[in-house]
């Protein structure tokens, strides 16, 4: 009898940063652990679930409307932003992919670009620059080049020729107030372009090339168990915490760890493997553990932006035959806020056997 053929994704190895690294290695399948001495990891499905339903989110702890400017950001202007982002994805998602549209190249930058180019459109070029992924990494060249392109003179007038969150910044009066909406244009528009492309690009090095009959929604649910955008969730210590469990001290703050709680043993059947089909039969908004939008009880607004992007780009990267180079053995996951894969080379099977790490 041959010996069975082994899948591509099965020899390539993700290299994930010390820190997380040493996660797995020293606190896979543990519910409750000491990372520092003032901060508690917890990575138990039952815990996690008790510890976020325990308090709502403050406003410091929420990962897109943290305070801005100095200046908060109320729940209400928060889901104003939410549907005004979302007005311009549902346009965006009127227009099918062109067939000769080429996604080939390093990803997740090549889906990012792509991504602003389709949702963003023609907004003038100091809006377009804030989709940057190198502001990802400085934070300060984030507020310089927020702070310059309030000052620019010659803003643009509000119109349709703009995207309904480019308006935003065409309506605001003042130096101020320019300033805060190029802010929350960045709050509302990278996260989309930053998370669906890092999405995307997860679910291709962790199993491409894919079996035909498997859905889209499958392999960016299994790739979002393996790679939660955000591997962690703070919550600040808070006196509610430590009658959830005596471990916790009151001067501890917590830290929910997805990325371990995603790979708990206990709670999946081969917890470091791809396996698509296991989301034939579970609930992604109903099993226990899984959490990449967040709790149950305050999930991320923005999913429902993300999945149906996420899916259009995958069916197009399936249809047009892209797939990872074979000559790529490894990826690296850094330490940032959005966990994925660093660089991966994508593209036609006849063009990128060659290509390496």
Known sequence: MPPAIQHPAARRTTVFAPRLQALLDDHLGKDLVRLEPDTIGIAG????DRILAARKATETERPTFKPLHGRSIPKSEASAGIRTIGQDIRAALTHPIPEWTDLSGPWPLTGHMFLRDMVLRDDPYRLRILMSR????????????ITVGAALP??????PHLTHTANLFAEAEGYHDRRYAMGMYRRLA???????????ANALWLGSPFDEGVPNRNLLHEA????????????????????????IGPGDDVLML??????????WDAPDEFRPGRWDTLD??????YMPFGHVSERCWGRHMVMPLAELLLEHVRRTGLVVAPGQRTAEVPLLGLLGVKKIHVGPKSKVRHARD
């Open 258 to 267: 997805l990325l371990l709680t995603h790979r708990d043993p206990a709670l």
């Open 224 to 247: 979002l168990r393996l790679l939660p955008p955000s591997w962690n969730l703070l919550r600040n210590r808070s006196p509610e915490y430590p009658a959830v469990d005596g471990r």
């Open 134 to 145: 190198k502001l990802e990494i400085d934070p300060k060249l984030t507020w310089t080049t």
């Open 284 to 289: 992604p908004d109903n099993t226990p553990g």
């Open 190 to 200: 990278a996260p989309v372009c930053f998370t669906i492309s890092a999405l995307v």
């Open 45 to 48: 499905a039952e815990l996690s």
């Open 154 to 159: 010659g803003r643009p007038a509000p119109g």
